[in-house]
């Protein structure tokens, strides 16, 4: 399992065994840096996560939908965004960029 860091502290992230997988956390008292297992989330704070939630509530309503398959939903979201395939995980967005992928879904909804 790979080392994750706090960003913050510069301290291991303390993992812990959930129904969705190994979530991590920063141990020092009131940090709210947390991530998940893989390649697909790095290490973020109260802002960035709350931002990247609701990038997946309107990006996902694409696929599930059925306006767009999966696969073509990120697609289009890399596309906009100008990043490549591999990058385009919402779990590695800063708040800034995943606020931008929540207004791309919520544009493509909208018409």
Same mark, same amino acid.
């Given at each position: 399992? $790979?080392?994750?860091?706090?960003? @913050?502290? @510069? ?5 812990? $065994?959930? +129904? ?19 390649? /697909? ?5 109260? $802002? /960035? ?12 309503? !694409?696929?599930?939908? &059925?306006?767009?398959?999966? +696969?073509?939903?990120?697609? @289009? !979201?890399?596309?906009? !965004?100008?990043? +490549?395939? @591999?990058? /385009? ?7 800034? /960029?995943?606020?931008?992928?929540? $207004?791309?879904?919520? &544009?493509?909804?909208?018409?």
């Amino acid at each position: 399992m $790979e080392l994750k860091l706090c960003p @913050k502290h @510069k301290i291991a992230l303390v993992p812990n $065994e959930t +129904k969705y997988g190994t979530r991590f956390h920063c141990r020092q008292d009131g940090c709210t840096v947390v991530c998940w297992d893989g390649s /697909t989330s790095t290490p973020a704070d109260y $802002e /960035t996560r709350q931002a990247r939630m609701l990038a997946h509530a309107a990006f996902d309503q !694409l696929w599930r939908s &059925g306006l767009f398959t999966r +696969k073509t939903a990120y697609k @289009k !979201l890399s596309v906009y !965004l100008g990043l +490549k395939p @591999k990058d /385009t995980h919402i779990g590695l967005f800063d708040a800034e /960029t995943a606020c931008k992928a929540k $207004e791309f879904a919520r &544009g493509l909804l909208a018409v």
